[in-house]
């Protein structure tokens, strides 16, 4: 494994990051801000805005406003840039400066994310994360296919009140796996793979949680690391080779390797329940990754299950409201209060969507008992709705 480059300062990184972004090209036509989700309720804010003082240099302008932390990185407004700018670089190299500066956004559930997180750098760490494996899973310690859990396993416990159950994607998975003929390894001592503290602008705890992984999965003799959180995924293909140069292992989403096996007719399913069904695009699996197929052709797969598509979808998808686990705020549930009105429009019964975030955020609002009553949808994993179709 290749060391990353050290001593980076974080005022030329930035700098780097704005040639890098094509920021210095922005036309100044409001394109961005005029599609952004956020600036459609909150009118403070402005991608645009963000973008200007990172250009001009204006550092302390930067520091001290709040809008910094208030962007969703669901890079929307790469869609729409007629200049082509990449928002979510921008955007990820303005917060790792303004941390660096002592800066920090408001972070939601009182950080209790973040600081679990941190915690879970600790060297010699010992987790108790797989005591939700049963008999009737079959998994390993090592071997060359892992299955990345994630933080499923802290997120069922720490967001339980807000009816969201993320563990049943990832159980979901392991069945799935195993049907498939795979016998995954689960890394008993994984970490966070740090997508959070990335876009929080914690650079260091976020190279610790990367190392440890890295050096975790190449104990375990991995070939391919399948990946169910989008945000997993993301981080570990996209983020990881940046810092560390080639991982030695090819990773998959969970997704592309179902589509993959429903294509060469190794899972069936049976019949159930009849259900019309949409999805919802997680930001980092569609428009930060370009998956918006695989997981479609799943829902297809699925017998007596109706596929609805809603108004925005694919690019277009409307983000779930809340980005790193920060800024979780009135602005969000409009968001989410929209989304899910616009899941019902579709004629759906149920949402289905591939990301725990996704799962908790819109089940967070669907808390809500007048938007419950009003929209009346069920909101699951696609590894929990298709794991309970096998046959």
């Known amino acids: 494994m290749a060391e990353p480059e050290g001593g980076v300062d974080l005022r030329e990184a ?5 040639r890098k972004s094509r920021a210095s090209l922005c036309y100044e036509c409001g394109k961005c801000t005029g599609v952004c989700p956020v600036a459609r309720y909150d009118r403070s804010f402005s991608p645009r805005s963000i973008l200007v003082r990172a250009v001009r240099g204006e550092d302390v302008k930067l520091i001290e406003d709040s809008n910094v932390w208030s962007c969703l990185t669901c890079k929307l407004c790469d869609t729409r840039c ?9 955007t990820k190299h303005v917060r790792s400066f303004v941390f660096g500066e002592g800066g920090e956004g ?18 010699n760490l010992k987790q108790d994360r797989l005591d939700w494996v049963d008999g009737t899973m079959k998994t390993v310690s090592n071997g060359e296919t892992v299955f990345f859990v994630g933080c499923t396993p802290y997120f069922d416990v720490l967001f339980s009140e807000t009816g ?17 003929g795979v016998t995954p390894a689960l890394l008993p001592n994984e970490r966070c793979c740090g997508h959070d503290l990335l876009w929080n602008g914690d650079l260091a705890n976020f190279e ?17 690391v399948i990946v169910g959180c989008p945000e997993g995924y993301a981080t570990m293909k996209g983020e990881y080779p940046r810092l560390f140069g080639d991982l030695g292992f090819e990773i998959v989403h969970l997704t592309e390797f179902l589509a993959e096996t429903i294509a060469e007719r190794t899972l069936r399913f049976n019949s159930g329940e009849s259900k019309t069904v949409t999805f919802q695009d997680p930001c980092r699996l569609g428009r930060h990754m370009g998956i918006y197929d695989a997981p479609r052709s799943i829902l297809e797969a699925l ?9 925005h979808a694919r690019e277009r998808a409307i983000c779930c409201g809340v980005g790193g686990w920060m800024n979780c705020t009135s602005f969000s549930k409009m968001i989410q209060a929209a989304r899910l009105r616009e899941a019902k429009a579709a004629g759906a019964d149920v949402l289905v969507t591939a990301c725990p975030k996704c799962e908790i955020h819109l089940k967070c609002a669907m808390n809500d008992k ?5 929209i009346g949808l069920e909101i699951v994993d696609i590894a929990a709705l298709a794991a309970s179709r096998l046959a």
């Open 303 to 311: 017998p007596d299950v109706e596929f609805a598509e809603m108004r």
């Open 106 to 123: 408001t972070c939601t559930h009182g950080g209790a994310v973040q600081s679990l997180m941190r915690i879970q750098t600790a060297k």
């Open 208 to 224: 610790m949680l990367a190392r440890q992984n890295l050096e975790q999965l190449e104990s375990a003799g991995a070939k391919r």
């Open 164 to 180: 969201a159950a993320p563990l049943e994607g990832t159980k979901g998975a392991v069945r799935l796996l195993n049907a498939a």
């Open 14 to 18: 930035l700098g780097d990051a704005i």
């Open 82 to 90: 007629p200049a082509r700018i990449d928002y979510g670089l921008l």
């Open 370 to 374: 007048m938007l419950a009553d009003e």
